[in-house]
C-alpha cells in the first residue's frame, strides 16, 4: 500500500524546473560554452548555410519589387492584399510568445519560464523585423515609408490616422522597442560574465562595451529588477493590443468575413498558439544539439505544450463562432463567405487548416505526446503551417469574393510571393542562430535562481 502510494506521489509530483545535480559554476560553464569555448556544430553550421541562402533568395525578391514594382505578386482587383499581409499577421503572431513568457509570467512568478525566456526574446524581435517588412514592401513605394509617421513638413500632409494601418506602426514600433529594452536589460548580467569569460581581447572589449559597465553590485542588481518589472508591466498590455490592432485591420472593414467584434481576441489567442508552437520548434532541436535537456526539461516543453493547448482551444472556439455567427446574423453576404471558404476554391487550405490547428492539437491532451519532444516538435510545426493557412483564408477568401460578383476573381501567387515568404523565414534562421553563437541562449543568472529550489526537490526525491 505504501509503494502504491509512494508511485501515485511521484507521478503527481511535477518535473523540476531544472534537472538536479546542477551548481552556480556548471550553469554558467554549460551555457557560457557555447559562445565562448564550444566548437561550432555541424546542425548549426547547417542551418546557418541555409538561412543565409534563403536571405540570398529575399534580397533577389526585394531587388526585384524594387525595380518592377508589386506586379510581380499575384495580387490584383479585388485581392489587394495577398502574401505580404498574410505573411506580416503571421510573423507578428509568433512574436507575442516572447512577450507573453517575458513580461506576464515574469509578474505571475512562473519559474519555469527562466530557461526559455531568453531565446524566446530573441525570437520575437527577430519575428517583428520579418514582419516589419511587408507593409513597407507592400506600400510599392517603399522609399516613402515616412509618410506613414507624424512628422512636421512644409505642405501641412499628415497621415490618415482613421486608418488601421497607421495603428500598426504604432503597435508595432512600441511593441519592438518595449521587447528590444526588456532583450537587452536581461542580457546585461550575462553579457558581463562574457566579459570576464572571454579569453579574446576583441571579444572581451565587445562585451564589455555591451555590459555596460555592470559589476554585479547590490545597486546594479537593485536598478534591474527596477527595469525588469518596469518593462513587464509596460509589456503585458502589449501582448493583448498589438495583435488587437491588427485584427483592425480586418474588423473595421466592411468586408464579408472581416467585419465581426470577436477577431481581437480571437487573433491574440491565435498569436499565442502559433507563437508557443515556433518556441517549441526552436528549443526542442537546440535542447538536442547542445546537451541542455538538464536546463529546458520535460516540465518546459509540457507546459507549453498546455499553453498551445489552452490557446488552440480558443482558436477552435472562435472557428465555431465565426460559422455560427454568420448564420444567426441572418447576412447573405456573410453567410455566402463561409460557405466560399468551407466549398470554394480555397477549400482545400480551409479544410487543411481547421486539421492543423483543431484535430491535430487535440493529442497534447495526453500527457505521453506531451512529453516526447518528437511528437511536440512535429505537431507544432503542424500549428505553424495551420496558422498561415489560417491567416491566408481569411484575408484572400474575404477579398476573393466581396460584394459585386462581377469583380470576382481567384488569387493565385507567383514564385516571387513564395520566395518573398520563403526569404524571412531564412532572414529569421539567419538571425536567430548568429544569436545563439554570440550571445547565451538561455539566462545564465535566472536559471541560477533556481538552483535552490532545485535542490529542495532534489532532497525531496532522496
Not at 540570398?56 to 525595380?67: G, H, I, T
Not at 503597435?171 to 553579457?191: E, I, K, N, R
Not at 505537431?379 to 495551420?386: E, F, P, T
Request: with cysteine; net charge positive.
Amino acid at each position: 500500500m505504501a509503494d502504491e502510494r509512494q508511485i501515485a506521489d511521484e507521478e503527481l509530483r511535477p518535473a523540476p524546473v531544472i534537472a538536479p545535480g546542477y551548481t552556480f559554476g556548471t550553469v554558467t560553464d554549460q551555457i557560457a560554452s557555447v559562445v565562448l569555448t564550444r566548437r561550432t556544430p555541424v546542425f548549426w553550421i547547417a542551418c546557418f548555410a541555409g538561412g543565409f541562402s534563403l536571405l540570398l533568395l529575399f534580397l533577389w525578391a526585394v531587388a526585384l519589387l524594387f525595380a518592377k514594382g508589386v506586379g510581380i505578386w499575384g495580387i490584383m482587383i479585388p485581392v489587394g492584399w495577398g502574401f505580404a499581409i498574410t505573411n506580416f499577421v503571421w510573423w507578428i503572431g509568433i512574436g507575442h510568445a516572447g512577450t507573453l513568457i517575458s513580461a506576464i509570467l515574469l509578474l505571475l512568478n512562473q519559474a519555469w519560464r527562466n530557461s526559455i525566456n531568453r531565446f524566446a526574446e530573441a525570437m520575437t524581435l527577430f519575428a517583428v523585423a520579418c514582419a516589419g517588412m511587408f507593409p513597407l514592401l507592400h506600400m510599392g513605394r517603399p522609399w516613402l515609408f515616412y509618410w506613414m509617421f507624424p512628422y512636421p513638413n512644409a505642405m501641412g500632409v499628415q497621415p490618415q490616422f482613421r486608418s488601421p494601418l497607421i495603428w500598426d506602426v504604432f503597435a508595432v514600433s512600441t511593441y519592438a522597442t518595449v521587447s528590444l529594452m526588456f532583450w537587452f536589460v536581461g542580457l546585461l548580467p550575462d553579457l558581463a560574465t562574457l566579459r570576464d569569460r572571454a579569453r579574446n581581447r576583441m571579444a572581451r572589449g565587445i562585451y564589455g562595451i555591451l555590459a555596460m559597465g555592470w559589476r554585479g553590485s547590490a545597486r546594479h542588481w537593485s536598478n534591474h529588477e527596477m527595469a525588469s518589472l518596469l518593462l513587464a508591466g509596460l509589456a503585458t498590455p502589449l501582448v493583448l493590443s498589438v495583435h488587437t490592432v491588427v485584427s483592425f485591420d480586418f474588423t473595421v472593414a466592411i468586408v464579408p468575413g472581416w467585419h465581426s467584434t470577436f477577431f481581437p481576441p480571437y487573433f491574440v489567442a491565435g498569436a499565442i498558439y502559433s507563437g508557443f508552437a515556433m518556441v517549441l520548434v526552436l528549443a526542442i532541436p537546440l535542447r538536442w544539439v547542445y546537451g541542455l535537456q538538464g536546463l529546458i526539461t520535460d516540465r518546459h516543453l509540457e507546459n507549453s505544450a498546455k499553453v498551445m493547448l489552452a490557446t488552440g482551444l480558443i482558436v477552435g472556439y472562435a472557428y465555431v463562432l465565426e460559422s455560427f455567427t454568420a448564420w444567426y446574423s441572418g447576412n447573405v453576404y456573410e453567410t455566402a463567405a463561409v460557405w466560399h471558404r468551407m466549398t470554394g476554391p480555397y477549400a482545400p487550405a480551409y479544410w487543411s487548416l481547421i486539421t492543423c490547428n483543431i484535430v491535430a492539437p487535440q493529442m497534447l491532451w495526453f500527457k505521453r505526446v506531451r512529453t516526447k519532444p518528437i511528437f511536440l516538435f512535429i505537431a507544432s510545426l503542424v500549428v505553424l503551417v495551420g496558422m498561415w493557412l489560417e491567416r491566408f483564408v481569411i484575408i484572400v477568401s474575404s477579398l476573393a469574393q466581396d460584394y459585386l460578383v462581377s469583380s470576382w476573381r481567384v488569387f493565385h501567387p507567383t514564385r516571387w510571393d513564395w520566395a518573398t515568404y520563403v526569404g524571412t523565414i531564412g532572414l529569421f534562421t539567419f538571425l536567430f542562430f548568429l544569436f545563439i553563437r554570440l550571445l547565451p541562449m538561455i539566462s545564465i543568472f535566472e536559471v541560477r535562481t533556481l538552483l535552490p529550489q532545485a535542490k529542495v526537490e532534489e532532497e525531496a526525491e532522496g
